[in-house]
């Protein structure tokens, strides 16, 4: 495309166009009709170029100028099985090129009538237009004639996009564009009105027409080609047939294997460059990027388990009782005026940082909501420490805080003497995570707030599963493991979950821990973590591991794979990760749904709602209510996801 150059593109289905189907006798494809398509389809095309409101003047002047279309075709892998064809085959070709070449004539007899109707492209220059070697000199010899005589109304009309989602939505599923099918069945989550994700099944086009035909599935005909069996050379030749046929440009994928050798990989561009050809897209399935599409094959095979060591996971006999309202706020409340906050300086022989512990007074009582640390060289992790920490801090339960700061003060790491106030007699702690515990500590007693009393029907200690994290017997527990790796960080350490069965004979997470090379002070956060999954409404955890999605660290933003899904997308930081890796897991175990709330009532789940009403339209990809203008582009707070820009 020029500069400030449009996309006015349109696509003709051609499995329209089959009249009969190979399975159902002598098949045949209307040309007749597709001319006149055609016809109408430029005239469309054309007519939206006068109607866009342009958001640049200098896009409307290029539009104007030259008043560039696209039209383009889909459906063709289906319409060459229809037609009883093989992709692969020369009269694949020769069918795919016939219906080229009268897609192009009619698009450019199309133009020169509208050129009489409407005039030229204002740019048009007949002698420049038709020169030797242009695309123009290559149509046939009365049209060249017509385009010198009355002009034509369009520089370009042809280029194949595509059309993946117009292929899908509006061609029944459909093979796009000029690609061959990509499976005969495929697995596509889609994203339910509940903010859910289901699994379902999709059918290309052609093969469901054939099955409801009665044909037999199970022993296809061979001209039933797909993307799954189709050499790289049958990609190649098919281009080599469309692109002599094409003004602007094509969207063509080379699907190369995995095992591909790499000269082999270097000769289909070579070959690509000694065709001609404009550009060329390959695709190598790999771990590291993954597919936007499944095959339904290949998702079998991933699903295939190997069950031969016994599930061995602890029992919990009872569940305690819900807490009716145990958070006083679940987010940062907004204080127009201010809060009351004091800040304490630590200094240790790796570095000095402050903390920074805020409060809220509301008569006699002062109830501390947040903590956060300062300083360059504040230990890495702990930020996230602290960010977990002040969620528990708004809780009504006195002593729920006063089991999370003793948590953090036995967290081993790099013991220093640490100057207590007031007076700063030095007291040795285990790691800066202790030290932050100590202080926070402090801070709550200096308030007043760890010797108050706990209101009834307030006690996140009365919802635990157990107080104190249980132990496996010789015969040990499963856990669930993953690996993780930040480039940017140098962060290398697997996660491990362990798992009990609950008495309803469902399995919950109840203790996280990593073993590795990460940053010390993430093991506060999982002492943290640890606690609030012993929580029995599941809804606590996820609040506390949404929270931790949006953590950020400089330089520490890696591009990893979206647990449970084809894609990968860029993550703030490695607790980022981490706390996504953690809700997949207990989606999959069927305790949250794909935005991490809770599947049954929670106390919690609620107020969140109310919380993240800040933003009316839902986020496409996490379904969170926390979509926000960024530069001019619609960017999610919660999964990173970006949008529509403009």
């Known amino acids: 495309m020029p500069p400030y150059g449009c996309c006015d593109l349109g696509h003709v ?21 597709l001319d006149q398509v055609i016809a109408n389809l430029v ?11 342009w958001p640049l003047p200098e896009q409307q002047r290029e539009a104007q100028a030259k008043r560039r279309i696209g039209i383009g075709i889909t459906g063709l892998g289906d319409t060459l099985i229809m037609m ?45 237009y038709l020169a030797e070697g242009t695309f123009a000199s290559r149509l046939p010899a ?5 385009i010198r005589r009355y002009g034509i109304r369009n520089s370009h009309l042809l280029s194949l996009a595509p059309v993946g989602t117009g292929s899908l939505t509006f061609g029944n599923n459909c093979s796009s564009g000029c690609e061959p099918v990509f499976d005969w069945v495929q697995h596509r989550f889609v994203l339910q009105a509940d903010g859910t994700r289901q699994m379902v099944e999709l059918y290309d086009y052609a093969y469901l027409a054939y099955r409801e035909a009665g044909g037999d599935t199970q022993h296809l005909p061979d001209y039933f080609e797909s993307a799954q069996t189709l050499d790289v050379e049958a990609h190649l ?76 996971r602890l029992r919990l006999q009872a569940l305690p009782e819900k807490v009716d309202k145990a958070l006083r706020w679940l987010d940062r409340p907004y204080m127009a005026d201010g ?19 805020g409060h809220y007074v509301e008569g006699s009582s002062t109830h501390p909501f947040e903590v956060w640390v ?12 602290a960010k977990t920490l002040s969620a528990d801090m708004r809780a009504f339960d006195r002593e729920w805080l006063a089991l999370k700061l003793s948590a953090l003060k036995k967290t081993n790491g790099q013991t220093f003497d640490l100057a207590m106030p007031p007076d700063g007699h030095l007291v040795k702690v285990p790691s800066p995570v202790a030290a932050l515990g100590a202080i926070v500590e402090y801070h709550a007693k200096k308030i007043g707030w760890l010797d108050g009393q706990c209101e009834e029907g307030h006690k996140l200690t009365d919802a635990m599963l157990f107080r104190k994290e249980p132990k496996s017997t010789e015969v040990g527990t499963l856990s669930w493991t993953v690996d993780v790796s930040n480039p940017a960080t140098g962060d290398d350490f697997a996660l491990f979950l362990k798992e009990l069965e609950m008495p309803d004979g469902s399995r919950r997470p109840y203790s996280v821990w990593l073993a590795g090379t990460y940053p010390k002070a993430l093991d506060g956060l999982c002492k943290l973590l640890s606690i609030d999954m012993r929580i029995a409404d599941v809804g606590w955890i996820g609040m506390k591991l949404r929270k931790l999605l949006s953590v950020k660290e400089a330089q520490g933003d890696f591009f990893a794979r979206v647990p449970g899904e084809q894609r990968s997308m860029s993550y703030p930081s490695t607790v980022a990760y981490i706390a996504a ?36 339209k839902p986020c496409p990809e996490c379904g969170s209510h926390t979509l926000i203008k960024y530069n001019g582009c619609e960017k999610c707070t919660s999964c990173g996801y970006v949008g529509s820009c403009g």
Do not use: C
Request: net charge negative.
């Open 13 to 33: 289905n051609l499995t329209k166009f089959v009249e009969r189907t190979a399975w159902a006798g002598e098949p045949s494809f209307n040309f007749d009709l």
């Open 43 to 53: 005239r469309m095309l054309d007519t939206v170029l006068d109607l866009t409101p």
């Open 84 to 128: 009883g064809l093989k992709y692969s085959s020369p009269e694949g070709r020769e069918f795919a090129e016939r219906v080229m070449r009268r897609v192009r004539d009619a698009a450019y007899r199309a133009s020169v009538d509208l050129a009489k109707e409407l005039g030229p492209f204002p740019l048009f220059d007949a002698d420049g």
């Open 142 to 146: 009365e049209i060249q004639d017509d």
């Open 237 to 312: 030749r098919m281009l080599e047939v469309l692109a002599p046929l094409v003004d602007a440009a094509i969207s063509k994928t080379v699907n190369v294997p995995a095992d591909y050798p790499f000269e082999d990989f270097k000769a289909v561009y070579m070959r690509a460059w000694e065709s001609g050809l404009k550009g060329i897209t390959t695709y190598r399935p790999n771990n590291e990027i993954g597919a936007v599409l499944v095959s339904s094959k290949d998702a079998k095979k991933a699903e295939q388990l190997d069950e031969s060591d016994p599930d061995r």
């Open 339 to 357: 809060n009351p906050a004091y800040s304490y300086m630590i200094e240790s022989p790796f570095g000095d940082f402050s903390v920074v512990v």
């Open 374 to 385: 300062n300083g360059s060289e504040a230990p890495r992790g702990l930020a996230a420490v």
């Open 581 to 616: 890796l953690m809700l997949h897991r207990f989606r999959v175990l069927g305790l949250l749904d794909a935005n991490g709330q809770p599947l049954v009532a929670s106390s919690v789940q609620d107020v969140d709602h109310k919380i993240h009403a800040h933003s009316e």
